[in-house]
């Protein structure tokens, strides 16, 4: 059964970063790519990056490139996001969730699947961006 954990959310300031994780069981990593979704208050959830199973390529959602990295660690069987340079409209609960497969389904290098089309989901860890 996948089980999947999110940690590290927590309240910052903008500018800061937040390292998330996503702890996942079994042998979870082996066959899924991992996304990471948020969603804000009154919004729909969306995208925010993923890692792939296969080699551990990673894309992301065009508006977090060049602040965001997913990085796994499978070892620990856990999937982090860093978030640097934090802005106050990150504002949102994290959620991390298994893709349909190995690959993460990105175009043109910019990943934003529908959430509805994920798999197993994780209960969310909370960020809030704020002074």
């Known amino acids: 059964q996948v089980q999947l954990v999110e940690s590290g959310g927590g309240l910052v300031q903008p500018g800061g970063s937040l390292r998330l994780s996503c702890a996942a069981s079994g042998s979870t990593l082996d066959y899924y790519a991992i996304g990471w979704f948020r969603q804000a208050p009154g919004k729909e959830r969306e995208a925010v990056g993923c890692?792939?199973?296969?080699?551990?390529?990673?894309f992301y959602q065009h508006s977090v490139k060049g602040r965001f990295t997913v990085s796994r660690d499978l070892t620990e069987k856990t999937v982090y996001l860093q978030m640097n340079m934090l802005k106050p409209e990150d504002t949102a609960v994290y959620y991390c969730a298994t893709e349909l497969g190995p690959v993460c389904r990105a175009y043109r290098g910019d990943y934003h699947p529908p959430h509805y089309t994920m798999n197993h989901w994780g209960k969310g860890t909370p960020v809030t961006v704020s002074s």
């Open positions: 890692i792939s199973s296969s080699d551990g390529s990673a």
